[in-house]
C-alpha cells in the first residue's frame, strides 16, 4: 500500500473544523451518516458489483453490464431489505457509481407515477408486479415532434365503449415516442402520455399503462415498433428508446384513474386539476437540485484534491514549485464552486422536504401550493442545474490536461449531468413557467392581497418605488449575511417589477398577451433567476442559524458569504442599477473575496473530504484520497485496451505494407 501523499496529509492537519461533524451536519445526523455508509459497503464489497472500466468497454457491453448489475440490485435490496426510497437511491448510486442505468426511468418515474396517479385498485394490480421486476416500465411522455409544449403531443388513445378498451396510435412520424430512458430494450410496459378521446371529445393528456412487450418472450407485441435511438453524449448505459403504437388496444383498467376517470360508457370525469397529471415531473425536478448539488460537489472533490497535490510553476524564485491550490486565480475558480456545491446542498435537502410537505397536502386534497411547488421546482431546477453544468467543465479545466482523460472522472460527471438542463423541463422553459407565477404573484400584491411563502417579499413594493439613487442610502453592509441576503431580495424585487413592466409596456403597444410575453422573455427569464438565486442565498444563511458546532459555523459562514458576494459580483450590473450597491462597494467587494479566499484556502481539503465520497464512489484519478495521482494514472493508462499487444495490428496491416511501397 503506498502512504498517502504528504501534501494532502499536510492540508488535513491544518484544517480548523472536525470533518466528521460536517458530514454528519451534510447527511442529516451521525446516524445517517453511519446507515449510508454501511449501505455503500455493501456494494464496494460485493463481488458481484466489482466491475470492469466502463471506459474500455464497448456500448453494448457498458448496457449489458449495467442490466446485469441493476438485476442483482434488485435481488440484493431484497434480501437486505432495503426499501426505503432513500435508501433504495444510496445503494443505487453505489452500484452504478453515479451513472444513470437502464432502471432509472422504472425506479423514478413508472413507480412514482403508480403510486401518484393510480387508484387504489389500479395499485393493487400494478405496483407488487412492477415492485417485483415482472413489470419494467418506462415514462414516455416525449415525442420526436414535441418534448417541451406536451399540450401538443400527438399519440392518442381513443375509448372504444364497445369492448371497453383504449385504442393507442403513433398517427404522424413527429408523434413517434423518443427519449424515454430503458424504452429501447428493457422495459415491457410504458406509461404513455397520449391525448385522451371519448364520445368524440379530446380531453387533452392523459396517461395510460401499456404492455409494449411479451411477458414470457420479451418480443415487441403486435402494433408495437420499439427500439433504441441510438448513442448520444452520454448516458450509454440507458436505452433511451422510440415507441411507434398502432392499434394497441389495451383495458380500460390501464388508464391511470386516481384524478381523472373515463366510465365503462365512455362519459368522462374530470380531475380537480389538470396539472396533476404533471406531478412526476415535479417530483423528479425537485430531485434533481439535489443531484445538482452532488455533481458539483463530486467535481470539487477532485479539482481540489488534485490542486493540493499538482505542483507547477513558480511562485517565488528560487523556491519550490507551489501547490496550484496557492495560485489566486486556481482560488477564485474552484472555491465560489465549493461554496455553491455547499449552498445546493442545503437547497436540495429543502427542496426535497418542501416537496413532500406539500404532496402531503394535495394528497389530503389540498391543492393551492401546487403552483408554488411547481414554480419553486421548475426554477430552481434550472437555476442550480445551470450553475452546476457550467461548475463541473471550470473544474475539468482546472485539472489542466489530466482533466480530459476519462480517469480523471470529469468528464463521465459531464456528459451524465448536462441533460439535467433539458430533460424533465428545458431550463429556459422552466425559468419562464416561475416567471409566470413571479409576475401573477406580482399582481396579486399590487391588488393588495398578501402574499405568503417564498414571494412574500412582493407585498413589500411600496418600499421599492423608484428613488433617485444618489438619495437612497445603500443597503449593502458586504460583511454582513443578513443584509446580502436583504439585498439579493430587493434585487429580486426589482427584476420581477422590470419584468412586470416590460409586460405591461408590450400590452400598451396592443399587441397580444403572448407577443407581450414573448417580447419580455429576457426580463422574464432574469427575473426568475434572481428570484431563485435570492432564495438559495436565504436558504444558505438559514441554515447557519442551525449549526451549534462553532468551528463549523465559521467555516461555513465564510462560505455562504463568499457565495453571496462572488454572485453580487457576477451580477453587479443589476445591484448598481437597483441601487443597491455603489460603485466603490464593488471594489470592497473584490477585496473582500480576496480576504475569504484566504480564509478558506487552509480548509479546502477538509471541506471537500466532508462531502464524504470514498474511491470507489468517486472513481477518479485525481480526486484519489490518497493524493497519489500519478503512480494511478500510470497503472490506468496500461490497462488502456490499445495496449493489449506491444505493436497493434493496424501496424501490420497499413503501416508496414506502406513503408514497402514508398
Ligand atoms: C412502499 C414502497 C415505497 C416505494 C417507493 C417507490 C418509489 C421509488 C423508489 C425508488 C427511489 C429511487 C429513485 C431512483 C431515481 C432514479 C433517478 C431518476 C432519474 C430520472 C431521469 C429522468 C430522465 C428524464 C425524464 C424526462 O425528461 S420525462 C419528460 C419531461 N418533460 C417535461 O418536463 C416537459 C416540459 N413541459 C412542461 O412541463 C409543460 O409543457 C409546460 C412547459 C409546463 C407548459 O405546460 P402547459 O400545459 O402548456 O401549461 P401552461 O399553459 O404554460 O400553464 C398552465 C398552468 O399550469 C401550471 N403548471 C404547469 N406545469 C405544472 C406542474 N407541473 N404542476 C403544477 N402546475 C403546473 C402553470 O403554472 C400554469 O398555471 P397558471 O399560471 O395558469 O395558474
Ligand atoms: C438524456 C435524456 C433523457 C430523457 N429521458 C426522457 C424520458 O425518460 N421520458 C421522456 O418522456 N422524455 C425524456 N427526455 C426528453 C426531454 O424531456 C426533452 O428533451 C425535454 O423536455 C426538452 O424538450 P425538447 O427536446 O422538445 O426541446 P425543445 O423544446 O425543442 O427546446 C429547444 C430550444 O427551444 C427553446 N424553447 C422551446 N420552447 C420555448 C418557449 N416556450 N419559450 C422559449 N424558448 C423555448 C428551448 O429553450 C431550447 O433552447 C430525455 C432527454 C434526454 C436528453
Known amino acids: 500500500l503506498a502512504a498517502m501523499n504528504p501534501d494532502i496529509c499536510r492540508e488535513r492537519e491544518n484544517a480548523t473544523f472536525n470533518t466528521e461533524t460536517l458530514t454528519n451536519m451534510l447527511d442529516g445526523s451521525a446516524e445517517k451518516t453511519r446507515r449510508r455508509r454501511e449501505i455503500e459497503s455493501l456494494v464496494i464489497n460485493d463481488p458481484d458489483f466489482q466491475h470492469d472500466d466502463p471506459n474500455f468497454m464497448s456500448r453494448s457491453e457498458r448496457y449489458d453490464a ?242 493540493a497535490v499538482r505542483h507547477q510553476s513558480e511562485l517565488r524564485p528560487g523556491e519550490p514549485e507551489p501547490q496550484i491550490l496557492d495560485y489566486q486565480a486556481q482560488q477564485y475558480k474552484l472555491f465560489p464552486l465549493l461554496a455553491a456545491a455547499y449552498a445546493f446542498t442545503f437547497v436540495g435537502q429543502y427542496m426535497s422536504d418542501t416537496y413532500h410537505r406539500i404532496t402531503g397536502h394535495i394528497n389530503q386534497g389540498d391543492f393551492s401550493q401546487l403552483p408554488e411547488l411547481h414554480a419553486l421546482a421548475a426554477g430552481l431546477k434550472a437555476f442550480t442545474t445551470w450553475t452546476a453544468n457550467a461548475g463541473i467543465e471550470v473544474c475539468r479545466m482546472a485539472c489542466g490536461g489530466h482533466g480530459y482523460l476519462c480517469c480523471s472522472g470529469l468528464p463521465d460527471i459531464y456528459v451524465t449531468f448536462t441533460p439535467t438542463c433539458t430533460y424533465e423541463g428545458e431550463n429556459t422553459v422552466m425559468m419562464l413557467q416561475t416567471a409566470r407565477f413571479l409576475v401573477k404573484c406580482y399582481r396579486q400584491a399590487r391588488e393588495g392581497q398578501q402574499l405568503s411563502g417564498t414571494v412574500s417579499y412582493l407585498n413589500e413594493q411600496q418600499r421599492l418605488q423608484p428613488q433617485p439613487v444618489s438619495s437612497r442610502p445603500t443597503v449593502v453592509n458586504i460583511n454582513d449575511l443578513a443584509s446580502l441576503v436583504e439585498a439579493y431580495k430587493l434585487r429580486a424585487a426589482k427584476l420581477v417589477e422590470v419584468a412586470a413592466k416590460s409586460l405591461q409596456g408590450e400590452l400598451q403597444r396592443s399587441i397580444s398577451q403572448e407577443d407581450a410575453w414573448n417580447n419580455s422573455s429576457i426580463e422574464l427569464v432574469r427575473a426568475s433567476d434572481a428570484h431563485c438565486h435570492y432564495v438559495v442565498v436565504e436558504l444558505f444563511a438559514a441554515k447557519l442559524s442551525e449549526i451549534s458546532d462553532t468551528a463549523v459555523h465559521s467555516v461555513l459562514n465564510t462560505l455562504a458569504l463568499l457565495y453571496a458576494l462572488h454572485g453580487i459580483t457576477l451580477n453587479s450590473g443589476d445591484f448598481l442599477q437597483a441601487g443597491l450597491l455603489s460603485v466603490p462597494q464593488l471594489s470592497q467587494i473584490t477585496q473582500r473575496i480576496k480576504a475569504l479566499l484566504v480564509e478558506i484556502r487552509p480548509n479546502a481539503v477538509a471541506l471537500v473530504d466532508s462531502f464524504d465520497y470514498n474511491d470507489e464512489m468517486l472513481n477518479s484519478v485525481l480526486g484519489r484520497y490518497d493524493g497519489n495521482v500519478y503512480e494511478s494514472m500510470f497503472e490506468w493508462a496500461k490497462r488502456s485496451p490499445l495496449n493489449r499487444t506491444e505493436v497493434h495490428e493496424s501496424y501490420y496491416k497499413y503501416m508496414k505494407p506502406l513503408r514497402s511501397k514508398l
Open 66 to 307: 449495467a442490466v446485469k448489475k441493476s438485476s442483482q440490485m434488485i435481488m440484493k435490496l431484497r434480501d437486505y431489505g432495503i426499501s426505503d426510497p432513500e435508501e433504495i437511491y444510496f445503494y443505487k448510486r453505489c452500484v452504478h457509481r453515479g451513472f444513470s442505468e437502464p432502471l432509472d426511468l422504472h425506479l423514478g418515474m413508472f413507480l412514482t407515477t403508480l403510486l401518484n396517479q393510480a387508484s387504489p385498485t389500479q395499485l393493487d394490480t400494478f405496483f407488487t408486479p412492477a415492485w417485483n421486476l415482472e413489470i419494467v416500465g418506462t415514462y414516455a411522455q416525449t415525442e420526436l415532434g414535441h418534448g417541451t409544449h406536451i399540450r401538443k403531443l400527438e399519440t392518442t388513445a381513443t375509448y372504444d365503449p364497445s369492448t371497453q378498451e383504449f385504442v393507442l396510435n403513433c398517427p404522424t412520424v413527429s408523434s413517434i415516442k423518443w427519449w424515454p430512458g430503458g424504452l429501447g430494450k428493457t422495459s415491457n410496459h410504458a406509461i404513455v402520455l397520449a391525448q385522451l378521446y371519448t364520445l368524440g371529445k379530446c380531453h387533452g393528456l392523459h396517461a395510460f399503462i401499456v404492455p409494449i412487450r411479451c411477458m414470457k418472450t420479451h418480443q415487441p407485441l403486435p402494433g408495437v415498433t420499439v427500439g433504441d435511438i441510438g448513442p448520444k453524449f452520454g448516458f450509454e448505459e440507458v436505452d433511451n428508446g422510440y415507441l411507434k403504437l398502432e392499434n394497441v388496444r389495451i383495458p380500460r383498467e390501464n388508464m391511470l384513474m386516481k384524478y381523472a376517470q373515463v366510465e365503462p360508457d365512455g362519459s368522462y370525469l374530470k380531475p380537480p386539476s389538470d396539472k396533476l397529471t404533471y406531478g412526476t415531473m415535479v417530483f423528479i425536478r425537485a430531485m434533481i437540485v439535489g443531484e445538482s448539488a452532488r455533481a458539483l460537489s463530486k467535481s470539487c472533490t477532485i479539482a481540489i484534491r488534485y490542486s
